[in-house]
């Protein structure tokens, strides 16, 4: 009796301990497709700590001039979530506190925000693998502006998580900083290049900026090649240029000038008179602010300047080589 009463047990305590173990395993077991995985491409926040991924400008504030951002994905690029785990606002928000300290605390960039406070940046993924070339006037400009950022009071800026020779580039329409060049090894590089390539939508340096040197300085700048220094410069940022723009003075930064200029406009202009407009003219000739009459902008040379504006309306997106589907 007590040996069968044994075995009784013995096969109660077998079967319990099976059921547990197909139990604690089953969630896994039924996983096929889809499936989340442990490893270190997982975001360290949890699907409650992020925020909500929007594809499109949101409403704005006001009706001032802004700087929008975008986190922007090749066709098969890997995701990192930059624009949704708050690593990317803090960063461009700890830019904006460093550029007011560079202006003696004075002024700092408009920041495009939404309604609930926070940064308003946009998700893009691209239909075609990144290119290793020119990003500003190819297929990227194309593709966004088709998506309707092409706001003429806005600046566009985009942290692109490709790989990328450059650390940056920018033109007066939009901007790119990509996100696994070798230049951007850290937050601190990131910041860096995002405040040179954002001074560059500002029009600098432009051609009567002191110590021009193809559109950056001599130096010492955060805007200079061969003396890179962690200030704005005194050629670029209140200085006594007469006839030249002063950064002080973009309506993209704020407090807003007594005498602001728009480098949108101008730029465009200029490349009109350049020869490289887009349709062959941006209508933008009676928008020259007359107070910006130095020398340098009398005589403009033959495909001495361009500008981004309006690209979707003329190009046809055939055009752009080195963009593979």
């Keep these: 009796m007590f040996k069968k009463l044994n075995n009784s047990l013995f096969f ?3 079967l319990i301990f099976i059921l ?24 360290e926040f949890s699907s409650n700590e992020k925020g909500k991924r929007y594809f499109e400008d949101q409403p704005d504030l006001n009706d001032d001039y802004q700087i929008h951002f975008i986190y922007m994905l090749d066709k098969d690029g890997k ?16 830019l904006n506190e460093e550029m007011f300290r560079l202006t003696g605390n004075k002024q700092k960039y408009k920041f495009d925000y939404r309604t ?24 990227a400009d194309y593709f966004i502006q088709k998506l309707g950022f092409n706001n003429p009071k806005k600046l566009y800026y ?3 998580d490709v790989v990328h020779s ?11 900083t990509f996100l696994k060049s070798r230049h951007n090894d850290g937050k601190k590089r990131r910041i860096q290049i995002t405040m040179h ?31 890179n220094a962690n200030l704005l410069g005194n050629m670029i940022y209140n200085h006594n240029n007469t006839g030249c723009p002063d950064l002080k003075d973009s309506v993209y930064l704020t407090p807003t000038s007594d005498e602001p200029y728009d480098p949108l406009p101008m730029v465009c202009h200029l490349a009109e008179r350049s020869g490289r407009a887009h349709g062959g ?3 933008f000739g009676k928008l020259w602010p007359s107070k910006y009459n130095h020398k340098k902008f009398e005589n403009i040379d033959k495909g001495s300047y361009w500008c981004t504006y309006k690209l979707s309306e003329f190009a046809n997106e055939n055009y752009f080589r080195g963009w593979s589907k």
């Design 12 to 14: 109660s305590f077998t």
């Design 20 to 43: 547990f173990l197909i139990c604690s395993t089953s969630s896994k077991a039924s996983c096929v497709f889809n499936c989340s995985k442990d490893d270190e491409s997982s975001s």
């Design 79 to 94: 995701d990192n979530e930059w624009d949704i785990n708050e690593k990317m606002q803090k960063e461009l928000e700890e």
């Design 116 to 139: 609930d406070g926070k940064l308003d940046i946009t998700f893009i993924r691209l239909d075609r693998k990144g290119s290793s070339q020119g990003w500003n006037n190819s297929y």
């Design 158 to 160: 985009v942290w692109a």
């Design 166 to 176: 450059n650390g940056g580039q920018m033109g007066v329409h939009s901007g790119y």
């Design 197 to 227: 390539e954002l001074l560059h939508g500002q029009g600098f340096a432009w051609k009567c900026t002191d110590g021009n040197q193809n559109g950056h300085v001599f130096g010492p700048s955060i805007l200079s090649i061969q003396n």
């Design 281 to 283: 003219s941006y209508g």
